[in-house]
């Protein structure tokens, strides 16, 4: 790229700095989704002892004292308005995800003794780091507009017959349009967007706002290692650029899911197409564009680390109550307002120089450090990338499994989710928690004896 971030061939290395293009879930060669569904399940599906049962909703592991560890003897669930209860042969394996993994342990008696108490539930492992250490990556994405010529997901989404035509081509050769995905990232460190002066800035703001706060033994180790990060030449921030103007006003209507930020389903009578950036803060810091600019740190400082995520009531149908306390720490706001300007010199470098209008979001007026993080405040988002919540540590730390996966205190309880991963990676989560599963897979074969 034209303004110095160089090409990364091999990303799968186990680096992922610079820029590459990712597989983003596609078999290049069929063109065709490839994921969980159709592949493990799809060949897992014929079993006998394979029973995935949807709608149900897990309410409670039942747990037995038996001596020194707590014994899992099956998980109750409501299915169609009545409880039932699966009974466990060996153990029973917790995949809530980094949401619900830690309410189920906490209603079924595992987590911070004074939480379960508040809430009329007997402790049977006290475990404080339940629901302790919720991190996840943020965002924010600038919008700029394309002069007219360019194809974009705009195309499809303002013009009826355009989208139709598309469709119908996919349909008959899988190929068109809709085959394209967002596959350009780019990771980049600090150096990118700030000065040396503003980085010593950041690191010295940061330490101030941790005085001011008592940090976990946990936190204080993810501390450590992560202002290791911010010196070194690694993906702090993520860049990811997105051919279409994105749907940022949640609030205006509920979205089913992610598609809608592809799918593009404005009406525009000036077919205006944009180019959007996405930068998102990670627990490593990232940056992303799109036709617009999305942004992301990758190592987030405020989201993740020590704030809670706790049982809101003990019905099990209620969504615990969620404090990801976003951008409570400076660096992290400040990297995103770096962000905001690196787009804009990336706009205004060939070859999106000689494409592009103007930026659209934020306002052209908004350029000051003051300016920008008022937008940024208003603007950042989740990536809906959470970890943390029952994490793979020492006890000692506040940790809530071992490195066998087994929650701490039981003899046949684990958790195989990214609620165990400890501390935010630069990276998208989907391909490492599979990787924990295939670990998790041999872990529990050996434990077995198979």
């Known amino acids: 790229m034209n303004v110095g971030i160089p090409a990364n061939l091999d990303p799968d290395s186990g680096t992922t700095f610079g820029i590459y293009n990712a597989a983003t879930s596609t078999n290049r060669t069929t063109g065709i989704r490839s994921y969980a569904a159709n592949t493990y399940y799809k060949f897992a599906a014929h079993r006998s002892n394979l029973v995935v049962l949807t709608e149900a909703q897990a309410t409670k592991v039942e747990l037995d004292k038996s001596g020194k560890d707590v014994i899992a003897r099956g998980v109750s669930f409501q299915f169609k308005g009545k409880i039932f209860t699966a009974k466990a042969k060996k153990e029973v394996i917790l995949s809530a995800g980094t949401l619900l993994t830690p309410q189920l342990l906490e209603l079924s008696g595992i987590g911070n003794t004074n ?25 924010v994405s600038t919008t700029y507009e394309l002069k007219k010529g360019f194809v974009t997901y705009d195309n499809i989404g303002y013009n009826a017959t355009l989208g139709a035509a598309a469709e119908a081509q996919h349909q008959k050769t899988h190929d068109g349009p809709l085959t394209a995905s967002n596959s350009m990232l780019s990771y980049i460190d600090l150096y990118y967007l700030a000065s040396s002066g503003k980085i010593a800035h950041m690191h010295r703001s940061l330490w101030e706002d941790l005085e001011k706060e008592k940090p976990t033994p946990l936190q204080k180790e993810q501390y450590r290692i992560q202002e290791l990060w911010l010196r070194k030449k690694m993906g702090n921030v993520e860049i990811i650029l997105h051919p279409g103007k994105p ?61 809670l995520q706790h049982l809101n009531t003990s019905d099990p149908l209620t969504p615990p109550n969620i404090d990801p306390n976003y951008l409570s720490k400076r660096i992290d706001q400040s990297i995103l307002v770096e962000s905001v300007k690196f787009a804009d010199k990336i706009a205004k470098a060939e070859p999106l120089a000689s494409m592009l209008v103007a930026r659209q979001d934020p306002s052209p007026d908004v350029n000051s450090d003051e300016d920008l993080t008022k937008w940024v405040k208003d603007n950042v988002r989740t990536l809906h990338h959470p970890i943390g919540t029952a994490a793979m540590a020492p006890k000692s730390l506040g940790g809530v499994v071992d490195d066998k996966l087994k929650v701490y205190g039981t003899s046949n309880l684990r958790v195989v989710d990214a609620s165990v991963i400890p501390m935010h990676l630069a990276a998208h989560l989907q391909r490492t928690i599979y990787g924990i599963a295939e670990k998790a897979a041999d872990i529990i074969k050996n434990d077995s004896g198979l």
């Open 247 to 307: 749907i940022t006003d949640h609030s205006s209507e509920e979205l089913a899911d992610d598609a809608e930020l592809i799918r593009i389903l404005w009406t525009d009578p000036e077919e205006q197409h944009f180019l959007y950036f996405n930068y998102y803060v990670h627990s490593t810091s990232v940056l992303s564009w799109k036709y617009c600019g999305l942004f992301w740190p990758l190592a987030t400082w405020s989201v993740g680390l020590y704030h």
């Open 115 to 139: 939480v379960l108490k508040k809430h009329h539930i007997t402790p049977k492992v006290d475990l404080p780091g339940v629901g302790e250490n919720y991190q996840d990556h943020i965002l």
